[in-house]
Nanobody, 125 residues
């Protein structure tokens, strides 16, 4: 079992920045992690993913150049630095663990096995 706890969400204005954290526990931290988000009335969508070594990273086109995913293996924590936030970034953000690790870095919800409870990000215009 893997337990994930997100933090760092909040209410900000357009153009502001936020950093989300996701602390993992329960298993040795050697699996890929991803961030997803879900806006009201919409399906959960991929945001970013990182391999446990940090050598593979992938972003959704909608956040490329604005968001940065990173990890700290010592702390077993993954971060999502979000800059230049837009109102359309408003959503509940979830971190997810691909454990046991798949062959490729996943970008769909079905490729992840464990999920956090989510943290709300609201961007006002």
């Amino acid at each position: 079992q893997v337990q994930l706890v997100e933090s760092g969400g909040g209410l900000v204005q357009a153009g502001d920045s936020l950093r989300l954290s996701c602390a993992a526990s329960g298993r040795t931290f050697n699996y890929p992690m991803g961030w997803f988000r879900q806006a009201p009335g919409k399906e959960r969508e991929f945001v970013a993913a990182i391999s446990w070594t940090g050598d593979r990273i992938v972003y959704a086109d909608s956040v490329k150049g604005r968001f940065t995913i990173s990890g700290d293996n010592v702390k077993a924590t993954v971060y999502l630095q979000m800059n230049s936030l837009k109102p359309e970034d408003t959503a509940v953000y979830y971190c997810a663990a691909d454990y046991p690790a798949g062959a490729v870095l996943g970008t769909t919800t079905t490729e992840y096995d464990y999920w956090g409870q989510g943290t709300q990000v609201t961007v006002s215009s």
